[in-house]
C-alpha cells in the first residue's frame, strides 16, 4: 500500500504500511461511548483495561505459550493472527484430535463485549444455518480462560489479504473473482436475511477455506505465482455485526470500505455491506485497494472522481455540512489532495483491463454495487441474479 498523498502525516503512513486494522479503532471508539469523535485516534484507553494476571503483557494480551493448553483440551501450536482485538491460534484439540483456530480476546472489558457478541452472533449462524451450506465461519466452542474470552473456530487458511501481500499483489483472475464472489455474497445474503449486517467487510476478513498452492512460472510478470488449489472462502469477523432491532453505531466499517452514508452519517443498514462488497471486488481485480486514502472528505473526492458527483439530495441531509459548499462537495482543486486524485483515479470503467463479455458484467455488477444512494443499491438477492453469475447458477441451483 501506498499513502495517499504527501501531506499525510508520517504516523498514518507507518499504520497503513504495515496494514493496521483499522476497524479496531471503531472498536474503541464504540469503548468511549463516542464513536464519531476522533476517528484516527487507535490508541487503547487505560480506563477499559480489565485486571492484568500473570501471563498478560501490559495491553491485556495474553503472552505467547507455544504448548499452553486451554480448558484442559487446547493445546497452542503456532500463532496465527495478531490484531487490536488480541491474538488467534492454531490448537490441536486434544479431545478430537483436530486442528482448530482460537480467537483469544484480549483482557480489556470493551474487546470483551465485542466477543460477547460475536459469540451471540456465531451462535445464531450456527442455529439458522445447521447444514452448513453457507460460507459462514463456524464457532466450535467457546470459554474463559483467565479472563481472555476465546472463541474455538475450524481452522481454515489465509485471508484473501494476506493472499494477495504473499502473492505480489497480482491481481485475481475475473473466473476466481466470480468463484469467491458468489461464495461471499451468498453467505453475506444469508446474513442479511436474518436481520443481520456485517459493517466489516474487507479482504482481511474473507478467509480461503484451505490455502495450499502450486507455484507456477508467470511468463508476463517474469515471476514465481502461486497458483491455489481451491477457490472456497469463508467470511469471518462477526463482532461488529449488528441485528436490525440492535443500537447503530454512527461510525462503522474500516475505512477503505466504508460506504458514502457512514461517511456522510446519514445512517445506514445493509446496503453498507454491498459497498464494502464491491470495494473488496474491485480489491482483488486490481491487486490494490480502489480507494487508497485515510482523509474522509479526500474519500468523498475519490468517489465523484470514479463514480460521478454525489447526489445533491444526499449532500442536502448529511449532518457533515463541513463537506458542503453550495450543494457540492467542498472541495479545492488545486489542493496537493486533487492533484493526487487526479493521478490515482479516473471513473470507474477505465480501470476494466480487458473488453470481454465476462469484465463488461462484472463492471456493470460493480456500478449497481456502488451506487451512492443506498435505497438504489442492488441488494445481494438481485446481485446473486445478475448476468456475471449466470455460469455458477447452473451448478448451485439447488442453493439459490
Ligand atoms: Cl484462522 C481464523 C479463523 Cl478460523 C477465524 C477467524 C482467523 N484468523 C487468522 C480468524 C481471524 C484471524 C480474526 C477474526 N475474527 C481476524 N484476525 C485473524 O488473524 C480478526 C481481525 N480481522 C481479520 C480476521
Known sequence: MTPSSLHLPFVIYLQLSTNSDDSSLQLENACNGDSAVNEDDNGVQESHRGKSCEDDDEDGHLVDHIGLLMKERYEVV?????????????????????????????NIDCFREVAKSEIAVLEEINSL????????????????HEGHICIVFELLGLSTFEFLQQNNF?????????????????AVCFLHRNKLTHTDLKPENILFVCSDCNLEFNDK??????????????????????????HHESLVSTRHYRAPEIILDLGWNQSCDVWSLACVLMEYYLGQTLF????????????????????????????????????????????????????????????????????RQLFDLLSCMLEYDACRRITLEEALFHPFFIPLRRQNQQFC
Open 78 to 106: 503456532s500463532i496465527l493472527g495478531v490484531g487490536a482485538f488480541g491474538k488467534v491460534v492454531e490448537c490441536i484439540d486434544r479431545e478430537k484430535d483436530e486442528h482448530v483456530a482460537v480467537k483469544i480476546v484480549r
Open 129 to 144: 444455518d445447521d447444514e452448513n451450506n453457507f460460507a459462514c465461519v463456524r464457532m466450535l466452542d467457546w470459554f474463559d
Open 170 to 186: 497480482l491481481p485475481f483472475s475475473v473466473e476466481q473473482i466470480r468463484h469467491m464472489a458468489f461464495q461471499i455474497f451468498r
Open 221 to 246: 510478470m517474469n515471476c514465481k505465482e502461486k497458483k491455489l488449489r481451491s477457490l472456497d472462502v469463508k467470511v469471518v469477523d462477526f463482532g461488529t455485526a449488528t441485528f436490525d432491532h440492535e
Open 292 to 359: 487508497p486514502t485515510h482523509d474522509s472528505k479526500e474519500h468523498l473526492a475519490m468517489m465523484e472522481k470514479i463514480l460521478g458527483p454525489i447526489p445533491p439530495h444526499l449532500l442536502k441531509q448529511t449532518r457533515k455540512q463541513h463537506y458542503v459548499h453550495n450543494e457540492c462537495l467542498n472541495w479545492d482543486e488545486q489542493s496537493s489532495s486533487a492533484e493526487y486524485i487526479r493521478e490515482h483515479c479516473k471513473p470507474l470503467k477505465q480501470y476494466m483491463q480487458r473488453e470481454s463479455e465476462e469484465e
